[in-house]
Nanobody, 124 residues
Framework: QVQLLESGGGLVQAGGSLRLSCAAS????????MGWFRQGPGKEREFVSA????????TYADFVKGRFTISRSNAKNTVYLQMNSLKPEDTAVYYC?????????????????WGQGTQVSVSS
């Protein structure tokens, strides 16, 4: 059974940084792409970033380009999201997800497993 456990969320002032982690278990981690999504208060869930199985390919939503960086450690079965220059509009529950395949995708339909989420709150 696949489990994804996010950590690293919290409350931060605008302009600050946070690093989210997602520890995976249950399948061979290095066989699958990984992604981060978020859902703000009263909003639909939206794509944030994704990374391929090897880490060679990454993709980002336009609103985080230049501020967020996704990475992974296949040795640690963990994917990370480094978030810098945070804005109040980044406030959301952030979810880690595991792709059905090896590549990158911005579509939630391509992801088979989801974590429970971690809250990120950015104050102005």
């Amino acid at each position: 059974q696949v489990q994804l456990l996010e950590s690293g969320g919290g409350l931060v002032q605008a302009g600050g940084s946070l690093r989210l982690s997602c520890a995976a278990s249950g399948r061979i981690f290095s066989d699958y792409g990984m992604g981060w999504f978020r859902q703000g208060p009263g909003k639909e869930r939206e794509f944030v970033s994704a990374i391929s199985w090897s880490g060679a390919r990454t993709t980002y939503a336009d609103f985080v380009k230049g501020r967020f960086t996704i990475s992974r450690s296949n040795a640690k079965n963990t994917v990370y999201l480094q978030m810098n220059s945070l804005k109040p509009e980044d406030t959301a529950v952030y979810y880690c997800a595991q792709n059905r395949g090896m590549g990158v995708s911005s579509s939630s339909a391509e992801y088979a497993y989801w974590g429970q989420g971690t809250q990120v709150s950015v104050s102005s």
